[in-house]
C-alpha cells in the first residue's frame, strides 16, 4: 500500500514574498503550478519574530484558489487555531514544543473543517509522535530553527524524515512529510527519497532572479526523488 501522494508538492513560503504585492505572488505561484501556498504566521513569543495574521490570511484566502497553508509559531496554537480556519486556512500546523494538549488542538483544527498538522523543531525527536498518529493529517519537521526565511538546511533532518516515514509505513498510516527551511535545489531530490511528500521553499522560489521558472525547477527536481 502507498501511503504516499502520486505527486511531492512545493508549497512556496509567502514570507519570502514582497509584502505589498502578495495577491500578485500568489497568483504566480498559482500560475506557475505550485502545490500549495504556505504562510508563516509568527508571534514574537514562541519566537523572534511578528509577522502575519488573520486579517492578512483572510485577504489571501480571496486573491488564491491554491490550499493556504498556515504554520502557526505561536504559544497557546489553540486560542488561535480555529479563527485561522475561519479566515480561510486550508491547513493548520501547530508546533508540539508550543503545545502541551496537542490531541485536543489537532480535533479542534479538524472540527473546524481543516487539516491538521504537527510541527517539530530540529531538536524534537519525531518518536515524540507516536501516541498521536491518527489525530494528524502531516507532519512538518523544520529543518532550520524557525523564525526567519533564508537559513542554513540543518543535515541532520534527512534522517528524521526516513524515521518518521518508517513510523508511517509500519502504522499504515496515510499522513503527509512536509519540511520546511533550508530547502532548494540542493535538496529536494533526496528529501523527497527520504520520505518527504511537501517542501516550503521561501528564498528558493522569491529570491530567484525568476520565481516562476525557479518553482519548476524544484518540482522538476523533486520527482527525481519518487
Ligand atoms: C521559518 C519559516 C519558513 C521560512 C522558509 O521559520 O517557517 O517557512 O519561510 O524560508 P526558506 O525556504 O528561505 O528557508
Ligand atoms: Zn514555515
Redesign the pocket.
Known sequence: MDLRPAKPLLAP????ADFTRLGEALAMIERAGAGVA?V?V?DGRF?P?ITIGMPVVQAMRGATKLPLDC?L?IVEPLRYAVEFVKAGADWVSVHQEADPHLHRTLHAIRDAGAKAGVVLNPSTPVETLTDLVGAFDFVLL??????????S?IPRVLDKVRRLDAIRSERKAPFLIEV?????MKNAKDLVAAGADVL????????APDPAAAIAELQAEMEKGR
Open positions: 513560503s509567502l514570507l519570502s504556505h508563516d509568527m519566537v519574530n504554520h509559531m523544520m529543518s532550520v530553527n524557525p523564525g526567519f526565511g533564508g537559513q538546511f520546511d527551511g533550508g530547502v532548494g516550503v521553499a521561501g528564498n528558493a522560489v522569491f529570491k
